[in-house]
């Protein structure tokens, strides 16, 4: 899974920078880039279930499906933040804080870059699996069968 999710930030995404080499190999090694994929994919999960099956509201409208939608990519958005901050800044890699601590490497700069990349990544990817999610939950629900259309 550290692969697949890792591709996808880093080829995708295109937020992989050979340079700054320490940080990448760091995330894959103690297992960031798994805590990042998950929480775009089990966030929207659990946020679309507590929708569709656990609000009890009949007379939902578009409006309110689109307001889950935002708080859902809100809360990913917060929570790949904190994960990508915490791996990165907060590591135990002993090279890692090294390089950071360096001025002259740039790596200062570019690790307080990362997590807002990572949290603007995983913030679209929660967007797209939030609407699949949508689609598929919303064949299943007693509730809110007409949700989003």
């Known amino acids: 899974m550290n692969e697949f999710f890792g591709t996808i930030y880093d080829s ?9 080499f320490l940080i990448f190999q760091h995330l894959y090694e103690n297992g960031g880039y798994i805590k990042l994929g998950l ?3 089990l966030i929207p999960f659990v946020c ?6 656990l609000w009890k509201y009949p007379y939902g409208k578009l409006w309110h499906w689109l307001v889950w939608m935002a ?13 990508a901050n915490t ?16 001025a002259g490497t740039g790596y200062a700069d570019y690790a307080a870059s990362l997590p807002l990349k990572y949290a ?8 797209i699996i939030g ?3 949508s689609l598929i939950m919303k064949q299943f ?9």
């Open 87 to 102: 791996e990165i800044l907060g590591s135990d890699n002993q090279a890692l804080n090294e390089a950071i601590a360096d």
């Open 48 to 53: 679309w279930i507590l929708f569709y099956y």
């Open 141 to 149: 629900s007693k509730i809110q069968i007409h949700l989003p259309f």
């Open 12 to 20: 995708v995404f295109g937020i992989f920078d050979n340079l700054y």
């Open 39 to 41: 929480s775009f994919v």
């Open 71 to 83: 708080l859902t990519v809100l809360i990913v958005f917060g929570t790949t933040y904190g994960i």
């Open 131 to 133: 609407f699949i999610y």
């Open 120 to 127: 603007l990544a995983n913030s679209l990817l929660a967007l």
